[in-house]
């Protein structure tokens, strides 16, 4: 395989997109400063394909335990007025029964503070993140206090101690970890009472339904150890539903990765299917370029196409790529394929690929000659993986950042880096495809103002068209780590434009909602593709060395400090 042909620049089923002069500057700020754009145009191949408003997208991605603790939250504070409702009618029944002045008074008190403190509760829980374990250990013994004084005022073993059952079976389905606690306390507050009956502290069990007949030692040891295994059996209960509910959540997110994953790899078999009808016979078969013969054809697409070729002198297989003949008359297509050359040829690094020869400007065929490679595209080891473990993530994007650091060094900024555009050879990763690169010291870019790049890996600014550099490539690369680590494009949508929107407006599902990785990685993915380029790391190498840090868990203090403030200001998004 040799550097890809301009038909490379479509990614998953998603192509490189163009924005001529016009639309860059009226579709691009209307489309994506606003939270709400306004339909506009996007350039494809300049074919005109209109633009529909895509919906925001907004929320953060959650694990199981997160899932259940938002459900809890608001579980909690229907509990809470459950426990208003058994509170009115327990004052009710006070005209109706028979108890002692202080049992009375003692059982109004309790009732009384129960709803004063779980008000406060039932608002304060109003904010999930109050929702803390002294918060809900505070309210859970004032529960099992009050539910104690109540069944004191019924009697020690009526049907009052239901209530406490049920109280611990809701505990016991509780996310923070004060939910034994609570069990343990109700345990000591019921065996407290109980003993104090059988020791006969208590001469006889006060509550207005219990019985006056002298109850031995015996009745009063088996109806406390009753009520106790009816606690423990409603805490236990409640707490194997919950580890069931978490099971069965995890389940949820794991189909829905594998869905995920499926879709990416599926995105990249559209792809593959577009730049198909590679290998076979050429127009330019047998024809000699610079002492190169021509053979068969291993890539072509709407641009141009790739040749494996030959010297007449020197065996050496090499990878010959020509324009295609009807764009022979664009002059713009010309020039941008010529100084394709000259940027590939202007770079010394291991981690692109080599340039041995170029035709001269005013040749009839414009032609590039470049070293054979015969490994695979990212993409095509990706379509066969899915996923790639995170030391060969991690040599990728030491390699690739190491060949980007050395197209900066020339003031080359490729602008369509993605993994149909990184080819592993013999163990080295290899840059591919520098077409629409944009070079310093022209200031411009050969696309007339427009905007260029696949929409998947494109960084916000260069979507937005304004000034970019070399950061804007780290951004890609960040976006390509993505997808080899969790096994899905970081962005999707049904089009472009929505993708587009994702890109400038939201992040992705965090990587550890994808895969199993360190939280370090999700700090250093928000660095990686932060919508501000200064909050991203200044080079390649800086990126590879954040990221092998982060995948042993030993990011530094101050990029984990940087890092979650960004996912602060801007979630995860929630997985759909």
């Not at 059996?233 to 829905?256: M, P």
């Not at 577009?274 to 127009?283: E, P």
């Not at 980007?404 to 149909?420: E, W």
Request: proline share 6%; net charge neutral; with cysteine.
């Amino acid at each position: 395989m040799g550097s890809s042909p301009d038909e490379d620049r479509t990614v998953n089923d998603r192509p490189t997109v163009e924005l001529t002069d016009e639309h860059a500057t009226q579709a691009a700020p209307a489309a994506f400063a606003q939270a709400t754009p306004e339909p506009s145009l996007v350039v494809k191949e300049r074919s005109l394909v209109p633009l529909r408003t895509p919906t925001p997208l907004t929320g953060t991605i959650t694990t199981a335990a997160e899932a259940l603790r938002g459900e809890e939250v608001e579980r909690t504070r229907t509990f809470i007025k459950l426990g208003w409702a058994a509170t009115v009618v327990g004052l009710l029944t006070i005209p109706f029964v028979q108890s002692t002045r202080m049992m009375t008074i003692a059982f109004v008190c309790a009732l009384a503070l129960g709803v004063v403190v779980s008000l406060g509760f039932f608002i304060a829980f109003r904010d999930p993140q109050r929702y803390t374990p002294r918060a809900l250990f505070v309210l859970g013994v004032m529960c099992v206090i009050n539910t104690h004084v109540a069944i004191l005022f019924f009697g020690m073993f009526t049907l009052t101690s239901v209530l406490m059952v049920l109280g611990l079976h809701f505990i016991g389905r509780s996310e923070l970890g004060v939910r034994r606690a609570v069990y343990i306390a109700s345990v000591i507050c019921h065996a407290v009472i109980s003993l104090a009956l059988i020791s006969g502290f208590i001469p006889v069990d006060p509550g207005v339904f219990a019985t006056d007949r002298p109850i031995g030692v015996e009745s009063y040891v088996i109806g406390m150890l009753f009520t106790q295994g009816a606690f423990a059996l409603a805490y236990f209960t409640g707490e194997s539903q919950r580890q069931v509910s978490l099971r069965s959540i995890e389940q949820l997110q794991r189909t829905t990765r594998v869905a995920a994953q499926r879709s990416a790899l599926l995105d990249e078999l559209r792809a593959d299917l577009a730049r198909a009808q590679q290998g076979g016979a050429g127009r330019y078969t047998d024809h000699v370029f610079a002492g190169f013969r021509l053979g068969q054809v291993i890539g072509r697409g709407a641009h141009g196409e790739v040749y494996e070729a030959v010297s007449d002198k020197v065996r050496e297989s090499v990878a010959v790529k020509l324009l295609h003949r009807e764009l022979l008359l664009d002059p713009t297509q010309v020039a941008r394929f010529l100084r394709e050359a000259r940027v590939m040829g202007s770079l010394d690094s291991p981690n692109v690929v080599r340039v041995l020869a170029a035709s001269e400007p005013e040749a009839a065929v414009p032609f590039l000659v470049m070293e054979r490679l015969h490994g695979s595209t990212l993409a095509e080891i990706l379509r066969r993986k899915n996923q790639l473990p995170g030391d060969e993530v991690s040599a990728l994007v030491s390699q690739v950042g190491a060949g980007l650091d050395a197209a900066r060094a020339a003031g080359i900024v490729h602008r369509d880096l993605k993994p149909q555009n990184l080819v592993l050879d013999a163990g080295v990763w290899k840059i591919l495809d520098f077409g629409v690169a944009t070079l310093d010291e022209q200031g411009g870019t050969l696309t007339q103002g427009g905007i260029v790049g696949t929409p998947h890996y494109m960084p916000p600014e260069q979507t937005r068209g304004g000034r970019i550099d070399h950061r804007a490539d780290l951004y890609s690369l960040g976006t390509v780590a993505y997808r080899a680590l969790t096994g899905r494009n970081p962005f999707g949508g049904p089009d472009i434009p929505a993708i587009l929107y994702a890109v400038v407006h939201t992040m992705p599902p965090r990587p550890s909602a994808l895969a199993q990785l360190h939280a370090d990685v999700d700090r250093w993915m928000a660095l990686a593709i932060a919508k501000d380029p200064e909050a991203r790391p200044g080079s390649g190498q800086l990126l590879a060395t954040q990221l092998a840090a982060a995948l042993r868990g030993e990011l530094a203090e101050a990029q984990r400090t940087a890092a979650d403030r960004l996912i602060d200001s801007a979630p995860w998004q929630e997985l759909a």
